[in-house]
C-alpha cells in the first residue's frame, strides 16, 4: 500500500513562492512516475508538473511554465513542486501522485495513487 502525504500549501499573495512538498512511503518509491496536479472550485482536475522515475525528465503545464518546478529525491522518498511568481488562478487543491509504470502520462486518470491535497491561495 503506497501512502503520499502533501504539505506546504498556504495563503499568499501574488508574486509570491511556496514549495509543495510529498512523502512517499510503502512502495519502492523510484519505481513510480510521480507527478503534481491541481483541482480549482468547480473545474476538473488538471496537470502541473510530472517527473520520470529517475528525475532525469521533467514536463510542466504551459500555465504554469517557468515559475513552477518539479523535483524528487529517490534518497528521500520525496517529490517538491517550487512554485514561484504566483498568481491568482494558480489558487486551487494541489495533488500529489503516483503512477506505477515506466512511462511518464500527464493525465489524472493513470495515476493510481493519490495524496489527500494541500490548499493553496493566492490573493490578488
Known amino acids: 500500500h503506497v501512502q503520499l502525504v502533501e504539505s506546504g500549501g498556504g495563503l499568499v499573495q501574488t508574486g509570491d513562492s511556496l514549495r509543495l512538498s510529498c512523502v512517499v512511503s510503502g512502495r519502492t518509491f523510484s519505481n513510480y512516475v510521480m507527478g503534481w496536479f491541481r483541482q480549482a472550485p468547480g473545474k476538473e482536475r488538471e496537470y502541473v508538473a510530472v517527473i520520470s522515475r529517475s528525475g532525469s525528465n521533467t514536463y510542466t503545464a504551459d500555465s504554469v511554465k517557468g515559475r513552477f518546478t518539479i523535483s524528487r529525491d529517490n534518497a528521500q522518498n520525496t517529490v517538491d513542486l517550487q512554485m514561484n511568481s504566483l498568481k491568482p488562478e494558480d489558487t486551487a487543491v494541489y495533488y500529489c501522485?503516483?503512477?506505477?509504470?515506466?512511462?511518464?502520462?500527464?493525465?489524472?486518470?493513470?495515476?493510481?495513487?493519490w495524496g489527500q491535497g494541500t490548499q493553496v491561495t493566492v490573493s490578488s
Open positions: 501522485a503516483a503512477r506505477s509504470s515506466t512511462i511518464v502520462l500527464l493525465t489524472p486518470g493513470n495515476y493510481d495513487y
